[in-house]
């Protein structure tokens, strides 16, 4: 329970701009979720996703991805026909990763 109210209020804290407190939110949410569900769990891909997310917005494009790509991860293990990209958070996590990756080509950069 104190995981998913510590992720929820990242999500709080990362729409009223405070970035900082957000990914402390986060990171005490996923270390959580990771001891008492499993590093496998798809409560744990959610952070990971919104860890991801909040990197991206800060700029820090090579840790969001490595978030996105764990979440996608864990959600291909989870999907309901063994990997089916039709699965909504597979498909989440794969346009988060394409949206990186497109930006990051656009400003000509490198992961």
Same mark, same amino acid.
Request: glycine share 8%; proline share 2%; aromatic share 4%.
């Given at each position: 329970?104190?995981? @998913?109210?510590?992720?929820?209020? *990242?999500? @709080?804290?990362? &729409?009223? =701009? $405070?970035?900082?407190?957000?990914?402390?939110?986060?990171? @005490?949410?996923?270390?959580?979720?990771?001891?008492?569900? *499993?590093?496998?769990?798809?409560?744990?891909?959610?952070?990971?996703?919104?860890? =991801?997310?909040?990197? *991206?917005? $800060?700029?820090?494009? =090579?840790?969001?991805?490595?978030?996105?790509?764990?979440?996608? $991860?864990?959600? $291909?293990?989870?999907?309901?026909?063994?990997?089916?990209?039709?699965?909504?958070? @597979?498909?989440?996590?794969? &346009?988060?990763?394409?949206?990186?990756?497109?930006?990051?080509?656009?400003? *000509? =950069?490198?992961?």
């Amino acid at each position: 329970m104190e995981a @998913v109210i510590r992720h929820n209020l *990242g999500l @709080v804290q990362s &729409r009223l =701009g $405070r970035e900082d407190e957000a990914m402390e939110e986060f990171r @005490v949410a996923l270390s959580i979720k990771k001891e008492l569900c *499993g590093e496998s769990h798809p409560e744990t891909a959610r952070t990971h996703n919104a860890m =991801g997310a909040l990197h *991206g917005q $800060r700029g820090d494009k =090579g840790t969001a991805l490595a978030h996105f790509r764990e979440a996608l $991860r864990i959600y $291909r293990e989870h999907a309901l026909e063994s990997i089916d990209d039709d699965d909504p958070n @597979v498909s989440n996590a794969l &346009r988060n990763i394409k949206l990186l990756e497109n930006s990051e080509r656009k400003q *000509g =950069g490198n992961f």
